[in-house]
């Protein structure tokens, strides 16, 4: 993830000790948080040490699963493949949804922790590979149970549907689809808010980070196949090279955000391969290149993407290629968005709960996620960062100008003991603060960006 605005604050501890003293009816208490976190991270470290893949996380879904049911919540397993469906009905009023991820990624950990992963598995292609939770979903989930804990022992204090699912696939985007299209909000109720949150070291743990307004970026995966015509590499006129024709491409490609975008818009357009040729005396007949585009605008997403097509093809005609380029956008997803008033209601609580300086304003970030899924079925969403860094390291790499390491990497391992408690403190406000309102307000918020 990339570096976030961050305001200094002082990060400490003590809040935890006040907690019991904030008489605020949504905010939980010391004793409550302590008597749901040794499970919750207990999990945690199961958890860490049995990653899975994602579509293939079969074990971690039926303990997230039995958890929740000796939690007392209906459970129901296998909803898009592996995922889990929790509800809790505790009366009329408001559905409100916490989503948990549950895959991990083909990365080799080499944090050196005492519960570090040694995990290896068949990836979908067959080729063994070492699996770690280096985008922290396993402190997700165990943030999730220690949230589901403290709502089902504490009913009193809330009305309404509490439905918390775990979702497959995040990493590889498809599995919020999955779980839609197997009828997450057909066969469950629809919520009237959807809830998640996202560790990361790009603030300390103890710290949450709210954006209002647009979160992340919309997504574009695409595939140009450059066509032209092969022969021997010493005889280049009875050839038509696609690698020529695929160089020009992308350095034309490069213009479209510098010299198409309005200054100021966010638009990224990256050629991430390059794929062409066998032998160095031979000119090939085709080139693949594939890309990835980042924009924050529906129009400017447009934008990009026909200009994309359109130099690709001019491209090629340049170039007297036999045939048209192929141009695909195979794979995308929608921007994160939350409204910005449905943020500011949800800050009171959180600065309540945690402390005000604890609670900060995020910058959006570039990386991408399928939680948006959930939002264009129409439910307004609100996502939120959560500080993963130990706040010693954190402050000593600032102080160096550089940061810790960011989620995928092998390095990364967040300070579980303030960051999951954090997450458990934080989620359980939100949720009480959506499930005392009346339905009628939160129909009020957007899901998605106004025109
Ligand atoms: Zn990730
Ligand atoms: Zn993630």
């Known amino acids: 993830m990339t570096p976030l605005k961050f305001q200094p604050l002082v990060v400490s501890l003590a809040w935890f000790a006040s907690l019991s003293l904030v008489t605020a009816a949504q905010s939980s208490s010391l004793k409550e948080i302590d008597s749901v976190y040794p499970e919750a991270h207990q999990l945690y470290l199961q958890l860490h ?55 991990a990624l083909p990365v080799e950990e080499k944090t050196g922790l005492p519960y570090a992963s040694q995990v290896r598995a068949k990836d979908d292609a067959g080729h063994d590979v070492p699996v770690m939770h280096a985008c922290g979903h396993d402190l997700h989930m165990a943030a999730l149970l ?46 009237d808010v959807a809830v998640a949150l996202h560790v990361s070291n790009g603030f300390p743990a103890g710290v949450m980070a709210i954006t209002p307004g647009v979160y992340n970026t919309n997504s574009d995966s695409v595939r140009i196949t450059i066509y032209g015509k092969g022969g021997h590499g010493a005889m280049p006129q009875s050839a038509i090279d696609p690698i020529v024709i695929a160089a020009r ?31 160095n005396n031979i000119i090939p007949d085709q080139a693949e290149m594939g890309l990835t585009i ?33 141009v695909e956008r195979y794979e995308g997803t929608d921007l994160v968005y939350n409204d910005p008033q449905l943020a500011e209601k949800l800050r009171a609580p959180l600065e309540i709960a945690l402390g005000k300086n604890n609670v900060v304003i995020g910058e959006p970030i570039a990386p991408s996620e399928d939680f948006s899924f959930f939002i264009a079925q129409g439910v307004p969403g609100f996502y939120f960062s959560l500080g993963g860094a130990d706040p010693e ?47 009628e307000e939160l129909r009020k918020f957007s899901a998605t960006p106004q025109p």
């Open 49 to 103: 040490q049995h990653p899975e893949l994602s579509g293939q996380e079969t074990q971690t879904a039926a303990e997230l699963a039995a958890r929740l049911r000796g939690a007392g919540y209906e459970v129901t397993e296998h909803v898009g493949n592996t995922g889990v469906v929790a509800l809790l009905k505790n009366g009329a009023g408001p559905t409100i949804m916490l989503r948990t991820e549950l895959d």
């Open 146 to 191: 220690g949230t589901a804990e403290v709502m089902a022992r504490n009913r009193n204090r809330w009305h309404g549907t509490l439905m918390l699912i775990g979702q497959p696939a995040e990493e590889t985007i498809g599995g919020a689809e999955g779980m839609l299209k197997d009828g997450l909000f057909t066969r469950f109720p629809k919520p």
């Open 249 to 279: 491409t992308i350095l034309a490609l490069q213009t479209i955000a510098s010299r198409e975008v309005q200054p100021g818009e966010m638009a990224v357009v990256t050629v991430g391969y390059i794929h062409a040729g066998t032998k």
């Open 294 to 326: 980042r924009t924050r605008k529906a129009d400017v997403r447009q934008h990009v993407l026909d200009a994309i097509t359109r130099i690709s093809k001019a491209e090629a005609a340049a170039a007297g290629a036999p045939r048209e380029p192929s």
């Open 393 to 439: 390291k954190f402050a000593a790499a600032r102080a160096q100008g550089t940061g810790l390491p960011s989620n995928h990497s092998p390095l990364f391992a967040p300070d579980a003991e303030p960051a999951l408690r954090t997450g458990i403190v934080a989620e359980v406000a939100v949720l009480r603060n959506l499930l005392n309102t009346p339905v």
